[in-house]
Each structure stands twice: as structure tokens, then as C-alpha cells.
């Protein structure tokens, strides 16, 4: 279901997100990084990742599925590492190198941690592969965040016309509690994941409609 009201998505996301937060969130230290261990160990496997020299990661908050041994894999193997850089005032984000140095980040409004802003920045065009986090996603790559646009606003240009003829590769990661089995409400400024890694699996967003 394609929505052009962006108040009416804002209003049926909000019950869809506080269930999947609470879904996440229910799961267990323990399970947790069990969950981040697997998903490393069958993600490092994929051409995804086998082709990628810049990746973009995320640290978790929230119970978010973690990607900390898959980047920490990713460093090891010499690709060029970076985390995003949220600007509160005008929901943009940047994506700045780390080199796992984890003394040298710093927590932002959110207590999410965050590279020292003089490092190199890339720009999200330049980027290979960019694993997105989220709070729901379904089948046809649709994703809810956490309402603030920031993933959509960096990665418009892919919408466009003149889109870059090998855009990055946006790949959302979650837990499989987090997959709605029904499509999730959106919008037309909203970029799809081509496809989600969980734990256990890669699925390839569908463009097929229900």
C-alpha cells in the first residue's frame, strides 16, 4: 500500500513501532549476541559483503541486532569502515571512517556512539554496501525506523531520475521478530532495502504487491 499523506503514515506507524520496540527489546542479553554472532558468521559469506570495499555499519541501541563482529570482521579484511553522524536540527546524517578505535567515540543526544566529527567522511553515494537498522521491516523492503527520516534523506538520490548508475546496496538488519508479515505503511520518500539480513537468512526485498 503506496500512502501519499505523510501524517497518515505518521499516525498508523506509531502502533507498529512501539509493538516491534517492545518485541526487540523483550529478547534476552544472552540471545542478543547470540543473534549478532550468527548473523556475522553467515553474512561475512555473502557476495553482499565479499564485494564491498566501503561499508556503512551502525552501533546498536535499543535492541537493535548488532553488527559488532561483522565489522570488526570487516576491519580485519582491510574494507574501509563508517559510522553514521545524525545532525538533530535538520535530521541529516553523514558517514564518517572508523578504524576501530572505540575510545575515540562519543555518545550523541540520543547516547548513541558516534565517530569524532574530524575523521574522513564518504559521501553515501561512494558507499558499496550500507547496513540499515530498523524497528520493522517487511517483505517488499519497506522499513520503519524511528521516525526521523535520516536513512531516507541520506539516500534520496536513489529515488531520483538520475540516480548513480550503482547505487549502494541498503540491506536492513533485524532480528526475526522484527519481520511484519503484513506490508508495513509508506511513503513515496521513502527508499527501500534491497533485501534483509537476520540471524539465520538473506531475504531479497519482493516487488511484488499483496
Known amino acids: 500500500m503506496a500512502c501519499d499523506s505523510e501524517q497518515f503514515v505518521s499516525v498508523n506507524s506509531a502502533p507498529l513501532r512501539a509493538h516491534f520496540r517492545a518485541e526487540r527489546r523483550s529478547l534476552s542479553l544472552a540471545q542478543q549476541h547470540e543473534s549478532a554472532?550468527?548473523?556475522?558468521?553467515?553474512?561475512?559469506?555473502?557476495?553482499?559483503?565479499?564485494?564491498?570495499?566501503?561499508?556503512?555499519f551502525y552501533l546498536a541501541a535499543d535492541g537493535e541486532l548488532s553488527v559488532e563482529f561483522l565489522l570488526e570482521a570487516a576491519l580485519a579484511a582491510g574494507k574501509r569502515c563508517?559510522?553514521?553522524?545524525?545532525?538533530?536540527?535538520?535530521?541529516?546524517?553523514?558517514?564518517?571512517?572508523?578504524?576501530?578505535?572505540?575510545?575515540?567515540?562519543?555518545?550523541?543526544?540520543?547516547?548513541?556512539?558516534?565517530?569524532?566529527?574530524?575523521?574522513?567522511?564518504?559521501a553515501a553515494t561512494d558507499l558499496d554496501l550500507v547496513l540499515v537498522p530498523l524497528v520493522a521491516c517487511d517483505k517488499h523492503g519497506n522499513r520503519l525506523g524511528r521516525g526521523k527520516g535520516f536513512y531516507d534523506r541520506a539516500f534520496e538520490f536513489m529515488r531520483a531520475s538520475s540516480a548513480p548508475a550503482n547505487p549502494p546496496l541498503l540491506v536492513g538488519i533485524a532480528h526475526e521478530c522484527q519481520i511484519c508479515a503484513t506490508p508495513l505503511p509508506h511513503g513515496s520518500w521513502d527508499v527501500p532495502l534491497a533485501a534483509v539480513a537476520t540471524p539465520t537468512r538473506m531475504l531479497v526485498s519482493s516487488t511484488e504487491s499483496d
Open 37 to 56: 554472532q550468527q548473523l556475522a558468521a553467515h553474512f561475512r559469506r555473502s557476495a553482499a559483503f565479499h564485494h564491498a570495499e566501503s561499508i556503512a
Open 82 to 122: 563508517f559510522l553514521p553522524v545524525a545532525k538533530i536540527d535538520d535530521c541529516s546524517m553523514r558517514f564518517l571512517r572508523y578504524e576501530g578505535d572505540a575510545s575515540s567515540l562519543t555518545a550523541n543526544p540520543w547516547g548513541i556512539l558516534e565517530p569524532d566529527p574530524s575523521c574522513d567522511t564518504i
